[in-house]
């Protein structure tokens, strides 16, 4: 059957923080749609931009396998894909012209082209595929393959010039896979493995991979997207799961692991029974993996994650502040982001925080409370963002009449509070540059005062941590005025909010 060419437009090289920080994933949605068209009997090839340079790497991959079909399918299992940074989008459009300067017919898979069909087909793609794309994309291109009639194929948008007519024609939406033991494991062998195994080494002195056991999330968090599953959650089998790691393991020997699910082992007793699939098949891998402070409660379920070979658990801590959370639709409680934090450290692994800050009603007060519960719960990595609108929620509903041209970040890095949040986008900056630094420096303090416990076992590196610990508390009463400087900046008509943040 024709040539396929299959890329994302994802370059972690336009993301300059998380280029700096190094730890590459290769596109895993995009490997699994690999697998399912082998399945169907296409000629694959894959275009990594992970860790190309730029978009011209694309244009030479286009030239080289002068493919049928170009597919921008995006790795829907990064999160960065579903924040549609615009600097990917842009990425994106080019790429979509320099295929179709080639013959190639595109496609497009993805959050944002499920966000904004429209502006994909206008930019060159002749069709945009809607949620999940494995099962519409192998439809897709049978079809045009065997000139079947692509109205009939569900989930897709079709251009004018393939729908016959004046207009796009919008196909009835596709139910979403049930079954995901039936998927192919991804196509790993397109990927050039050795290249990410050398970088994970220079920078971190282990080696990294990443799979998936789940799709979806059933929760209501009011900002958080859910273009390509909705409101569902399926769950591969524990025993599937364990089949992959294994075979990752004998192929690649990774080190470590990341499970990229939005939430690992929702179902009652899935842990325990990976954990026990794991050790039948002696593939046990230290893996970081997402959960939720609720169910990490349960009984059992933090003693499974030690057991299945668990080395640091995320949360979606957000805030410390209850009415926040209630605000958010979170679903979690203060006590149980402290209880988790708890039970996590207690089983010898560590925990993150991902905190959210900016969100509409989000007082001085709330915001010391969040900087309490880092304090008191010591996580051992953070994460911090601000409230970001996407199409499709509440949230974004609720402030998209004070939405500017801009509803996108350029990159990670941006923090640009694009709706008229408490304070403005320069107080959030510093912010997060102000609870980096406390948080460091608490981590720094903590390492040193484990390792003065046993002075016969320091290291080089506790002289380093010294310095960190020293640069720090150096810096923080600079950056802390800076951030009260940057809460009385004028903010869109609005004036500060009352109250001093204390040091």
């Known amino acids: 059957m024709s040539a396929v060419l299959l890329g994302q437009s994802y370059f972690l090289r336009f993301d300059p923080k998380l280029w700096r920080a190094m730890q590459p994933y290769a596109p895993l949605g995009t490997l699994i749609a690999a697998s399912c068209l082998r399945q169907r009997g296409f000629d694959v090839a894959l275009f990594d931009a992970m860790l190309a340079r730029d978009e011209s790497e694309w244009e030479a991959a286009v030239e080289r ?34 295929a179709r300067r080639h013959g190639a017919t595109v496609l497009v898979c993805g959050s944002d082209a499920t966000d904004h069909a429209a502006a994909y087909l206008e930019a060159g793609a002749q069709l945009v595929i809607h949620g999940e794309g494995e099962a519409t994309l192998g439809e897709a291109l049978a079809a045009l393959d065997g000139g079947g009639d692509l109205a009939r194929v569900a989930g897709l948008t079709i251009a004018p010039q393939l729908a016959g007519g004046d207009e796009a024609l919008r196909t009835p939406p596709r139910p979403v896979l049930r079954d995901l033991d039936a998927l192919p494991f991804p196509a790993w062998d397109l990927v050039d493995v050795e290249r990410y195994r050398r970088l994970w080494l220079a920078r971190h002195g282990y080696f990294s991979m990443n799979l998936v056991a789940t799709r979806g999330c059933p929760y209501h968090c009011n900002w958080c997207a859910k273009p390509i599953w909705g409101q569902t959650y399926h769950m591969r089998s524990p025993e599937n799961v364990a089949d992959e790691l294994a075979e990752l393991r004998a192929r690649y020997r990774p080190d470590h692991l990341w499970f990229a699910d ?31 402070a609720d169910l990490l409660g349960r009984r059992g379920e933090v003693e499974s994650l030690a057991r299945a070979g668990c080395d640091i658990v995320w949360i979606g801590a957000e805030s410390g502040s209850q009415k926040i ?80 041209a801009k509803r996108n970040w350029v990159d990670s890095e941006d923090l640009d509070m694009m709706y008229r949040g408490p304070f403005p986008t320069a107080f959030y900056r510093q912010l997060h ?66 109250g001093a943040m204390s040091p």
């Open 325 to 404: 959370l209630d605000a958010m639709e979170k679903g979690t409680t203060v006590e149980q982001i402290r209880a988790a934090a708890q039970k996590v450290h207690e089983a010898g692994m560590r925990i993150g925080f991902f905190l959210q800050f900016g969100y509409p009603g989000e007082t001085r007060e709330d915001l010391e409370l969040t900087r309490a519960l880092v304090r008191d719960c010591r996580p051992d990595e953070i994460g911090m963002s601000v409230s970001y609108p996407l199409p499709g929620t509440p949230f974004y509903r609720r402030v998209e009449a004070e939405l500017g």
């Open 433 to 498: 540059r102000v609870v980096s630094k406390e948080f460091r420096a608490q981590l720094a303090a903590d390492e040193l005062r484990r390792a003065l416990s046993r002075p016969q076992r320091l290291r080089p590196a506790h002289l380093r941590r010294a310095a960190a610990l020293a640069y720090h508390h150096l810096t923080l009463p600079w950056a802390r005025r800076q951030l009260e400087r940057r809460a009385r900046l004028p903010h869109r008509g609005l004036g500060p909010l009352a």
């Open 65 to 98: 396998h002068r493919p049928r079909y170009a597919v921008l399918f995006e790795d829907n299992f990064n999160y960065l894909s579903k924040m549609c940074l615009l600097r990917m989008r842009q990425a994106a459009f080019t790429m979509i012209r320099s």
């Open 262 to 292: 939005d939430i690992l082992g929702l179902k009652r007793g899935w842990m325990a029974e990976f954990a026990a699939a794991v050790a039948a098949r002696g593939a046990r891998t230290p893996f970081k993996c997402l959960s939720r």
